[in-house]
Each structure stands twice: as C-alpha cells, then as structure tokens.
C-alpha cells in the first residue's frame, strides 16, 4: 500500500493494514490514529516510538502467529508469506541445520515458554543458531528485553514492505 493510500484508508482498512507487520491491537490502533504522516520516515518514527515497549502480554500474544525458525509458515495470508520470506537464508534441505533448529527450539520453549523470535530477514542460518545458542544462557529479564527488540525489529522491517513512498 503507498503512503497515501494509507493516509487516507479509513480507520479500520489502516488497521487492518498494519496488522500483517505485528498483530498488537494498541500498535496498530497508535499508528494509524497518528495518520496523516509526511513521509515513510515519519510514520516508521511513530511506530518506533509506540513500539517502545511492547509490554509482556503484547509480545506474547504478538508471538502466537509466529512459526518457529526453520518451519515455514503455512498459507496466503501476508503475514505468512512476510514470514516466508524472512526466513529465506534457513535452508530446508540440509538436515543438520533442521536437526539442530528443531532441538534448539524445544530446548528455548522448555526454558522460557514460548517460541524463539528473531529478526531472520538478512541473517545466515549459523548466525540465527549462534544467537539461540547464546540466548538460551539469559536470564528470564533478559531474554524479556531481547525478544522486545526483535519483534520491534520485525514490526518495523515488515511495516518498511507493508507501506511504501
């Protein structure tokens, strides 16, 4: 969707847009209540700046559409197809790294209760497995903030897809 378009969508349709990036009912409702917006730049700014903090509740219901690393997203919704496509440099065919993904992904959701997020668009699959690696020696307060991060990396990456100049 271009910018204007979006500046001039009615309140839902913006809504609606936004979701795709981050399915935070606040977030969305902040970003588009905050339209008009000059430039991609100034409505990326707003959705930093509301993004920070998602608070705990948000992050895990925002963490329910996310398909664990390594395990493609199944169906046509954009959301899907975003997910897809950031996870791109996970190559499906070399066992090893499924093995290790896999085993990687339980031993995250044993210790802190959720799936393993990180921002995968433009990272190597050692460098993803280095991180969950490092991240499964965090604290719980820790791994809070770390995870923050990455879904803001995320909102923010896909929201740069969602709406263009």
């Known amino acids: 969707m271009e910018l204007a378009e979006f500046n001039h969508a009615d309140r839902a349709d913006a809504i609606a847009a936004l979701r795709p990036c981050v399915d935070v009912t606040r ?3 902040a970003v588009a209540d905050a339209r ?7 409505l990326v700014a707003t959705a930093t700046a509301v993004a920070a903090p998602f608070t705990g509740d948000e992050i895990e219901a925002a963490l329910v559409h996310h398909p664990r ?9 954009s959301e899907a197809t975003m ?3 950031e996870q791109a440099g996970v190559d499906p065919a070399d066992a090893d790294v499924q093995d290790a993904l896999r085993a990687g992904n339980r031993a995250y959701e044993e ?3 959720r799936v393993f997020l990180i921002r995968a668009a433009g990272r190597r699959v050692d460098e993803i497995l280095a991180s969950l690696q490092t991240r499964l020696t965090h604290t719980d ?25």
């Open 27 to 29: 977030w969305c409702e």
């Open 36 to 42: 008009p917006y000059a430039s991609v730049e100034a």
């Open 69 to 77: 690393i390594g395990e493609r997203a199944d169906g046509d919704t």
């Open 83 to 85: 997910s897809r496509s």
């Open 111 to 113: 210790r802190f209760g």
């Open 141 to 165: 307060e820790e791994e809070a903030h770390v995870v923050a991060r990455q879904l803001r990396e995320i909102a923010l990456l896909r929201l740069k897809g969602v709406i263009t100049a």
